[in-house]
Protein backbone atom coordinates (compact mmCIF):
# COMPACT_ATOMS: atom_id res chain seq x y z
CA UNK A 1 0.00 0.00 0.00
CA UNK A 2 1.31 3.75 -0.78
CA UNK A 3 1.88 6.01 2.04
CA UNK A 4 -0.39 9.16 1.57
CA UNK A 5 1.44 12.86 1.51
CA UNK A 6 -0.26 16.00 0.96
CA UNK A 7 0.54 19.52 0.35
CA UNK A 8 -0.23 21.96 3.22
CA UNK A 9 -3.01 23.91 0.98
CA UNK A 10 -4.85 20.73 1.27
CA UNK A 11 -5.92 20.73 4.76
CA UNK A 12 -6.81 24.81 4.23
CA UNK A 13 -8.88 23.33 0.95
CA UNK A 14 -10.90 20.74 3.81
CA UNK A 15 -11.18 23.44 6.24
CA UNK A 16 -13.12 25.70 3.73
CA UNK A 17 -15.05 23.47 2.52
CA UNK A 18 -16.24 21.96 6.06
CA UNK A 19 -16.90 25.42 7.43
CA UNK A 20 -19.04 26.19 4.05
CA UNK A 21 -21.13 22.97 4.11
CA UNK A 22 -21.69 23.21 8.18
CA UNK A 23 -23.20 26.71 7.37
CA UNK A 24 -25.56 25.27 5.11
CA UNK A 25 -26.44 22.39 7.65
CA UNK A 26 -25.36 21.17 10.80
CA UNK A 27 -23.71 17.85 10.69
CA UNK A 28 -22.90 18.12 6.83
CA UNK A 29 -19.59 19.23 7.19
CA UNK A 30 -19.39 15.41 8.38
CA UNK A 31 -20.66 14.04 5.93
CA UNK A 32 -18.38 15.87 3.65
CA UNK A 33 -14.82 15.27 6.02
CA UNK A 34 -16.15 11.09 5.79
CA UNK A 35 -16.56 11.39 1.44
CA UNK A 36 -13.58 12.95 0.96
CA UNK A 37 -11.57 10.37 3.47
CA UNK A 38 -13.65 7.51 1.81
CA UNK A 39 -12.31 8.76 -1.93
CA UNK A 40 -8.31 9.39 -0.34
CA UNK A 41 -8.97 5.32 1.05
CA UNK A 42 -10.23 4.28 -2.49
CA UNK A 43 -6.93 6.69 -4.35
CA UNK A 44 -4.75 4.63 -1.83
CA UNK A 45 -5.64 1.03 -2.80
CA UNK A 46 -5.81 1.50 -6.70
CA UNK A 47 -4.07 4.55 -7.73
CA UNK A 48 -3.73 3.66 -11.51
CA UNK A 49 -7.27 3.43 -12.03
CA UNK A 50 -7.21 7.18 -12.35
CA UNK A 51 -6.32 8.31 -15.81
CA UNK A 52 -3.64 11.30 -15.99
CA UNK A 53 -5.60 14.67 -16.54
CA UNK A 54 -2.61 17.37 -16.64
CA UNK A 55 0.94 17.31 -16.00
CA UNK A 56 1.13 13.96 -14.12
CA UNK A 57 -1.82 14.69 -12.22
CA UNK A 58 -4.99 12.16 -11.46
CA UNK A 59 -8.57 13.49 -10.41
CA UNK A 60 -10.54 11.41 -7.91
CA UNK A 61 -14.26 12.74 -6.99
CA UNK A 62 -16.05 11.48 -3.63
CA UNK A 63 -19.13 9.87 -4.62
CA UNK A 64 -21.47 12.29 -3.24
CA UNK A 65 -19.97 16.01 -3.59
CA UNK A 66 -18.73 18.26 -6.33
CA UNK A 67 -15.28 17.83 -5.22
CA UNK A 68 -11.80 17.05 -7.19
CA UNK A 69 -9.11 15.23 -5.46
CA UNK A 70 -5.91 16.18 -7.30
CA UNK A 71 -3.36 13.56 -6.44
CA UNK A 72 0.08 12.47 -8.57
CA UNK A 73 1.55 8.63 -7.59
CA UNK A 74 5.47 8.90 -6.66
CA UNK A 75 6.41 5.84 -7.37
CA UNK A 76 9.81 5.68 -6.51
CA UNK A 77 8.59 6.72 -2.64
CA UNK A 78 5.61 4.52 -2.87
CA UNK A 79 3.90 7.51 -2.03
CA UNK A 80 0.23 9.19 -3.17
CA UNK A 81 0.71 12.79 -3.26
CA UNK A 82 -2.01 14.87 -2.86
CA UNK A 83 -1.91 18.01 -3.91
CA UNK A 84 -5.64 20.06 -4.17
CA UNK A 85 -9.11 19.11 -3.15
CA UNK A 86 -11.22 21.77 -4.48
CA UNK A 87 -14.68 22.26 -5.49
CA UNK A 88 -15.19 20.93 -9.46
CA UNK A 89 -16.05 24.24 -10.25
CA UNK A 90 -12.92 26.29 -9.13
CA UNK A 91 -10.46 27.87 -11.42
CA UNK A 92 -8.50 24.57 -12.86
CA UNK A 93 -5.40 27.51 -12.99
CA UNK A 94 -5.72 27.89 -9.58
CA UNK A 95 -4.62 24.27 -9.01
CA UNK A 96 -2.39 23.87 -11.59
CA UNK A 97 -0.08 26.51 -10.12
CA UNK A 98 0.40 24.34 -6.76
CA UNK A 99 2.43 21.70 -9.19
Do not use: C
Not at 31 to 46: C, R, T
Not at 58 to 75: C, M
Amino acid sequence: MYRLIYFDQVIADVQEAKIWYKEQKEGLEVEFAFAIEKAIQQVLKMPSAYSIRYKNIRIAHPKIFPYNIHFYIDEPNKSIVFTAIVHNKRDSQFVMKRV
